[in-house]
Structure formats: C-alpha cells, structure tokens
C-alpha cells in the first residue's frame, strides 16, 4: 500500500525517487517524502497530501546527491501528518528510513528507547526503527540494520542510508515486498515493478528475512543472518507504456476497456479445443491429485471474494467438489478444518493481501495443498503457494479492481474445466465450455462498444444517494461486485443481495429514491427473478436491469434496461458485470470523485 523506492548510482536522486514514487502514488498517498545523502549530509523533505505538494515544495531547490529514498504513505501508525511521513531520521538525524509495514512491537521497543533517552517527534513505528538502527550503529550500515531488525516483530520493507557511509543503500524485507533493481553502475529498490521498469527490467525479489548492501560498485543479498544468499536475476514483463494510461481519461476506464485482451491472455495457451479441456500444468495437479481433492477452500479478500463465490458456483455445480468461500481475514483466525484432500485457492491481483497471504500460510501449515490465481507475477502469494495460474490480466493501477475480477473468473472457469473434465462432464459439454469461453472476449468488446449507453443511464440516477444491487445464483456475486465498485468510488452507499432474500428486510428501503440494479441474464432461474423485480416495482423502486437479447418481462418493469449477449449461465458473470463497472464509473465521474484513487483506498492492503 505504501511505495517505497531507493536510488544508488551516477545519476542524481532526487528526479527518480520523484518519478518512482509517482508510478507508485496509487498504492498510497496521504504523505510523500525523500532523504537524499547531500554532500556530507542528509536532507529529509516531506509533506502531508498528494505527491504534488511535495513535489512543489522541491520546485527550484531539489536536494541533489547520488543516493536517496523516497517513499508514499497510506497512514497506519499516526494521522497522515508530515511529522508523520517518511522518512524518519535516527537520533543523530543522520540516518534515514523509509518502510512498508508494520512493526509489532513498536510500542515496546519505543519504551525501552525513551528509557535510554531517546525522543521522538511522531507517533510513527519507522521512527523506532531509525532510532534502533542508530543505537547499533557504529560505522557499519549493513550490520546495524541486521542487528536492529533481529529485535523487531512483524512485518517490514525498508530501505536506509546514512550520511556517514555516502555510497550505502541498505533494504530488507519481511512480510512487505521489495524488488531490486538492477541497473548499469546503478541499483533501485522499489517496492513495486512499476518504479523500476523505465530504469530496468531486471529485477531480484528479496524473500522474508532477506537484506540487500547496494553501492555504485555492486550489490549482495544477505539474511538477517549469513553474510550472503545467491539470487536468480529475473526479468520484468510488463513495458512502461502498460503501466501508463494510453490515452484513457483514468486508469480505471483504460482497464476496464482492456477487458476483452486481459481475458483473452488469461485464457491463452490453456484452452484445448479439441478435446473440450484445459492445458494448466502451472496449477502442479496431476489426474490423481485432482481425483484426491475432496474439498476446496477458495478465500481471498475484496472483489477477489467475490470472484470466489462465482468459482463456488461454477466448481460445485459442474464438478461436483464441495467449495467454501472464505474472506481471509476471517478464515484464518478460526481454526479452519483442513486436511491433505483440501485444496485452498488464494486469489489475488496483486498478490501481495496481507490478510490472504497470512491464510495462504496457515492452510500451507495445516497441510492444505495450495494455488494461487495471482495477477503480479513474482509477488509474495504467487511464490508461496504449491502450484497456479498467472491471470496475465497487465498491470491493474486503479483502486477498483476491474480487469482482474474479469480473468479471475476466467481463470476460475478454467480451474473448474479441469476438473469438471475428470469427474462428470462429458466431451461435449467440455467442448461448450471451451467454446463459450473463446467467444468471451468478443462478447464483452461488443458491450463495450456500447459504453456510452451505461454513461447516459449513470447521468440519471447519478444523484441518488443509495443503490440497492439484486441478482440470483451466480450473479448474486456480481450484484455484490457491483455494488462494491459504487461505493468504493462515487462514496455512494450500494448493497448488494440475492434477488429473493430482499423481501427478507432490504424491501424497507424501496421507493423513488432507491435504484435497484438487478442482474437478471436469461438464465434457469430466471423466471425467478421476473417476480423479485415485480415486488420492488409494485414499491416505486427504479429499476435497472442487466439482461440478454429477447427478454421483454422483465424489459418491461424496468425504467431502464442494458443488454449483454448470451453466455452459459454460469461464464455470465464475466459479462453482466461490464456494465456495473461503466455505471460506477460514470457515476462517480458525473459527482467529481477521484476514480483512480477514492479516498481512503489503497490498491494493495499489505497490512491486517
Ligand atoms: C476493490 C478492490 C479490493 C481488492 C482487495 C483484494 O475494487 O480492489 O477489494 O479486491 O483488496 O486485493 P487483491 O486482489 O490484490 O488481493
């Protein structure tokens, strides 16, 4: 959530931490700051706000130096405030930190330094840190950093330097990622491809407990422990122009229209044809292993849940595996039943959750065997878990989650043609299945054509201050996904509820002022929700309806309808949601809402 990135090389700092920290200004931004090493020195800028404030602050009298740190922050310990912000200084202020994270026992180790006289002047747990790693130092930057971290609990990614050793970029990591950079004479750290690839695409991502020493000369990867740990050099896929808006007014617009691409790379190479079945041996299961599996445990957090509970539907409706899905925060704090004929599958864009990640590693301990359908490859989910599929969906910066909900299911779908494949389903229906999948992408560029007929809908109903999401079976989650784009990103308050459970309560709230979106494809059940939007007609609810060519009734209730074209009832998803994503767009367009970074939001929540 917060970015870090760190500079050691020819070039002077202050312009790349600046550019870095703005690729990564989506992870976090109530705060922004630097410390560049400065002749014999050390200058520390920061400011509260948007990268912009500091950024003007710098206008005409950037610090120059060779070797600096910068960092966004998405505020955890203290008020989003610029004592608050990073970097923090040591007790000499000649030692600089920046971090990710957060450190368990702050509140001890702050007590025991203020008992040897040490005062702090923010509320902040890096502001222990620097003070700790000044207590060891004592000319060795790397050493004093080793010590220091073998005191602390939890979960840290950071990056030092100290005025004292003018050519040193220390950075450790546990629980929070950092990425080196590798560069000609020159070494990034960054927290997030994004600062690194207009520098360099080759990149070592550092493992928990792992620190890095980087001077102009060379770079070596250490434990907390030994003096040294060997590290494959990776390269970085995605190009700058990826990572950039193409031309969209928001990211958020630029990914959503990706959509027909994104799932179309998801799918790529694994579809088979011929034999109405998947090629997907990243998921490491062979026929025995998947015959072995008697239960599934999908949990995961956010939009990512929701793409869980439409893998529940498809995985127990066609392969016939009973699947629970659970919001990670909660699963892995209640003794979850598991055992070696449970499959978890971790979901995650990013694959950095911490909440996912933890119950990644409790099912991992419980003996679960584990996959993961992660976004962003090399992250810390997708390296954990024992087998799974990239979603190849491209880098995903808006807050709402969009084109990755989109090929989670997608890659959801083909987790359940494999196993579909092995138990019930016949040749034909595998072949179906394929098919559908195939023409997806297709379908959704034909909606998207269709854009604008979302925006003139969203101009109506742009003034309500509620919304009401109903959908049944399948696209109960969607109404749920729907529902949560709205608030996330126009603060308007949506819910989400299966179709019928409404008259169970929800119904209260029903009248002119409520519009009711209601997901209602052509499917098998249908006919059941005809008579669910009937009861909220016959209360004055405004009705929106996302349905298939053909329909009239429920056309014909409706004040406004939108539709998508036919899919198998249970890939529908994949579709009806384009429109929610639109209508929230344009919705919080029309009520002047920062899309791309809605208040409060970070893109990837790597604490609990
Ligand atoms: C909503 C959204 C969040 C994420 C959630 C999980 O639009 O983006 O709800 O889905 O924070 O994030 P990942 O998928 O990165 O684990």
Redesign the pocket.
Known sequence: MCGIVGYVGPRQATAILMDGLKRMEYRGYDSAGIAVINGDGLTVRKAAGKLGVLAEELAGNAPTGRVGIGHTRWATHGAPTTPNAHPHVDRSGRIAVIHNGIIENANDLRKALVARGHEFTSQTDTEVLAHLIGEFYDGNLEEAVAAALRDVDGAYGICVISADEPDVLVAARNGSPIILGIGDDEYLVASDQSALVEHTRSVIYLDNGEMAVMTPKGYRVRSLISRRVDKPINQIEWDLETIERGGFEHFMLKEIFEQPESIENTMRGHLLEETGNVRVYGLKLDDDQVKEIKRIIIT?????WHSGMIGKYMLEELARVPTDVEYASEFRYRNPIIDEHTLVIAI???GE?AD?LAALLEAKQRGARTVGLVNVVGSTIAREVDGGLYLRCGPEIG???TK?FTSQVAALAMVTLRFARLKEMSLLDGKRWVEALAALPGQVREILSRADEVKVLAEQFADANNALYLGRGVNFPTALEGA??LK?ISYVHAEGYPAAEMKHGPIALIDDAMPVIVVAPRDAIYGKIVSNVQEVRARGGRIIAITNPGDEEISDLADATFVVPETLDLLSPILTVIPLQLFSYYVALRRGCNVDQPRNLAK??TVE
Do not use: D, F, H, I
């Not at 995961?300 to 990512?304: D, M, Q, R, V």
């Open positions: 995961a957090c956010g939009t990512s995650s864009q990013s959750t996912t807050v709402a989650s990755a949560l784009k996330e990837s929540v």
